[in-house]
């Protein structure tokens, strides 16, 4: 058994019976009283985020997972098909695993994914993409001097907010952890 201090962000460990997936792990020491743990988490079977409070030193199940890096195949229903591009088997990753990320996922891109044996239980968009941009309102020349920004839809349908200058055919970097614009890529 494992102590609250062996906990980190991005850890799983069994907690109410549930396995659960550690998203923000803050040590507090109050004025009076014992330090403790606040910890939010994320439930692996449906995506729910729950809330705790750990005393310092408590006992913490740790539940050790393997990460395998597969490719994006396809869309299927409410699931993603991905392959292990090492063995060429597919596996079916819920939709809901990937966050706000999934939006953002094209054929092909590299994505990584937790497994506790075959079952999979966490997956992760690649941190950035590269995305052409479909559709966007023509900037106005000469309003360049602020840092306004106009929506623009990318290849996939998702909307990403960019500056002025940017336009419908380009190809944009995006930040899949917020869906921000990061630059534009160029060729």
Not at 64 to 90: F, I, N, P, S
Not at 108 to 123: E, Q
Request: some cysteine; hydrophobic content about 30%.
């Amino acid at each position: 058994m494992a102590t609250t201090q062996d906990v980190s962000v991005g850890r799983f460990i069994r907690f109410n019976g549930e396995l659960v997936q550690v998203i923000e792990w803050q040590h507090r020491t109050p004025g009076k009283g014992q330090a403790s743990y606040q910890a939010k988490m994320r439930r692996v079977k449906d995506g729910k985020q729950t809330e705790n409070k750990f005393r310092s030193g408590e006992s913490v199940e740790i539940v050790r997972v393997e990460t395998r890096d597969l490719q994006y195949l396809y869309e299927e229903g409410d699931a993603y098909v991905c392959m292990d591009t090492e063995t060429y088997e597919q596996t079916n990753i819920p939709q809901h695993m990937f966050g706000t990320g999934a939006k953002f996922i094209k054929e092909g891109d590299t994505v990584a994914v937790a497994f506790d044996g075959d079952n999979p239980l966490s997956a992760e968009a690649p941190k950035h993409v590269v995305l052409e941009i479909t559709y966007t309102e023509p900037g106005v020349k000469g309003d360049t001097a602020t840092n306004t920004l106009k929506p623009a839809t990318v290849e996939g349908g998702a909307q990403v907010m960019v500056p002025l200058f940017v336009d419908t055919g380009e190809k944009i970097k995006i930040d899949t952890r917020n869906g921000e614009y990061v630059e534009r890529v160029k060729g």
